[in-house]
């Protein structure tokens, strides 16, 4: 993996229901977001692996965002619950290589909010420049 | 000559009697649930068939490496190193075995292959043990970290490893050196076929073993001893420096002033589970053993033992199904039925896929069999 560049991505995992519904009323009223962010659609964030995520770091991704349902409004139960393990688990062994912790985050949404949506995903693209790798 | 044919050559596979010899002992083909495979069988394919029909071979992936049909070949057959040049040509058509965990390990070990990495690793050191950053003695702990990080769920030992390690040490006056930038010594990807990151972490190795002008690395990894030791010669070039796992090292040391403090089990029974790299591969079989008696136990032999010890069932972090969890339940049922109280390894990962298995509903006795790395027994009577 090359050094972190300025244009590098910001992979950003979503479930597909209370999350995505943000993203699309995001969508829907036309606002501009940041061209770095890819997102990627899961049926629910209780998908995602320690491995997934840290196959978009090997890729060269700048940080990884988790959005999931609120606490209680998984669609599944417990997706979100253990998307947040996975994202401990994960976030040890990037603090083991040497990675700032604040390229990967875990945030719960509410349903078709957009404003929140746009809140988190400012505030974690801020971190994420603020917070680039050690080296 | 053509890549493949040269990998025939080299490793003798065309030299094969089609005796079956290996077939009856290889642990995937006497595990099998349907369907046959066996090493004779991918040896015949490989000659008469040739290089397409080989690489799509399932036995091409699930083979362990384990070396246990070359033990036994007439013909020495060296099918585990055919395997692993077969691997390299189907890696590099883009073809590959299905990862384990979600390919989390070999992401590890892939992002540990980028020049410009920090790791920040050596936060389990505690303040009670010595190191000496000058010392000529390195202790290389390899993935031991991220292991730690990854399966303590499952009640691995970890980095309790790794501090025993440091503690024997200590105990024997080294101040060991400890490298803050240490790489994956590559083994994993190594035997995946992976060569392009497998010399890209090997180099990044040699260049920060070489820069610290030691004389010697001591591990607690049978897999990273056996490819610093063995492979990066082979691949990549001599670190100069010798290469010990800890039992190794340990039986050249005086003896350890040990504590007679009980050893908590009914019996005094142990047994212990040869890990394929430290036994077949480098054939280090009594030092362990010796070390186990000096703690006061009586260790029983498995039926499969030395030589003939049987792989914890998974290699390299790939291809893990039912075959494999059928080898790790029988060889805990064979540990459980020695009457031991103990099963030890000397080898990380035999010790995670092992306490793996016993995670499976319905393992009776044998899945409440402990299991310690020699490292930490010897460690915590010091």
């Known amino acids: 993996m090359s050094k972190v560049k300025t244009r590098q991505k910001v992979i950003l995992f979503t479930c597909s229901w209370h999350a995505y519904s943000s993203l699309e009323a995001v969508a829907r009223e036309r606002i501009s977001c940041s061209t770095a962010v890819v997102p990627i659609r899961l049926s629910c964030l209780g998908r995602i692996s320690p491995g997934i995520i840290l196959k978009a770091f090997e890729g060269g991704a700048a940080g990884v965002l988790l959005l999931g349902c609120p606490e209680g409004q998984c669609r599944y139960q417990t997706g979100n619950l253990e998307a947040r393990k996975v994202v401990e688990e994960t976030r040890s062994l990037l603090l083991l290589l040497g990675y700032d912790e604040n390229r990967l985050e875990y945030q719960l949404l509410p349903a078709e909010n957009g404003e929140k949506y746009l809140e988190v995903l400012n505030q974690f693209l801020e971190r994420v420049q603020n917070g680039r790798k050690k080296s | 000559m053509n890549k493949f044919k040269e990998i025939v050559e080299a490793n003798r596979a065309w030299l094969c009697l089609d005796c079956g ?55 020495e057959v060296n099918f585990s190193a055919f395997v692993q040049g077969a691997r390299q040509l189907a890696f590099d058509q883009g073809l590959s075995g299905s990862c384990t965990h979600s390919g989390m390990i070999q992401g590890w070990m892939r992002m540990m292959a980028d020049p410009d990495l920090e ?9 009670d043990l010595a190191v000496d950053q000058d010392s000529d003695t390195i202790y290389f702990p390899g993935c031991l970290p991220y292991y730690d ?226 490292t930490t027994l010897v460690a915590e009577r010091i």
């Not at chain 2, 995937?28 to 369907?35: A, D, H, Q, S, V």
């Not at chain 2, 991918?42 to 049909?69: M, Y």
């Not at chain 2, 790791?119 to 303040?127: C, F, I, T």
Request: charged share 20%.
């Open chain 2, 21 to 75: 010899k290996c077939s009856s002992v290889c642990s995937i083909t006497l595990n099998l649930i349907e369907g046959y495979t066996s090493p004779r069988l991918l040896v015949e394919t490989a000659v008469a068939s040739g290089e397409d029909i080989t690489l799509e071979d399932p036995l091409l992936w699930s083979c362990l490496t384990c070396q246990r049909c070359s033990e036994i070949c007439p013909s």
């Open chain 2, 119 to 127: 790791q920040d690793r050596l936060g389990w050191l505690p303040d």
């Open chain 2, 149 to 374: 990080a990854a399966f303590g769920e499952l009640g691995f030992e970890g980095l309790a490893i790794a501090r025993g390690a440091v503690k024997i040490l200590n105990a024997l006056g080294i101040k060991p050196r400890i490298l803050e930038n240490e790489r994956c010594c590559g083994h994993d990807l190594y035997w995946q076929g992976d060569m392009e990151t497998f010399q890209k972490l090997a180099a990044l190795n040699l260049e920060i073993i070489q820069a610290t002008g030691a004389k010697r690395i001591v591990t607690t990894c049978p897999e990273c001893a056996y490819t610093l030791r063995t492979t990066y010669p082979e691949e990549i070039g001599d670190l100069g420096v010798e290469i010990y796992h800890l039992s190794e090292f340990l039986a050249d040391q005086p003896l350890l002033k040990t504590s007679e403090k009980s050893s908590g089990l009914e019996s005094g029974k142990v047994t212990y589970q040869d890990p394929c790299r430290l036994g077949r591969f480098s054939g280090v079989y009594q030092q362990p053993r010796d070390l186990i008696a000096s703690l006061g136990y009586e260790l029983v032999e498995m039926d499969h033992a030395r030589s003939t010890s049987i792989c914890c069932g998974t290699s390299c972090w790939s291809s893990c199904g039912q075959v494999n969890k059928e080898i790790q339940i029988s060889r805990l049922e064979e540990a459980s039925s020695t009457g031991a109280g103990l099963l030890v390894t000397s080898c990380l990962k035999c010790q995670i896929h092992l306490k793996c298995a016993q995670k499976i509903p319905g393992g009776g006795d044998s899945s409440q069999m402990p299991i310690r790395d020699l």
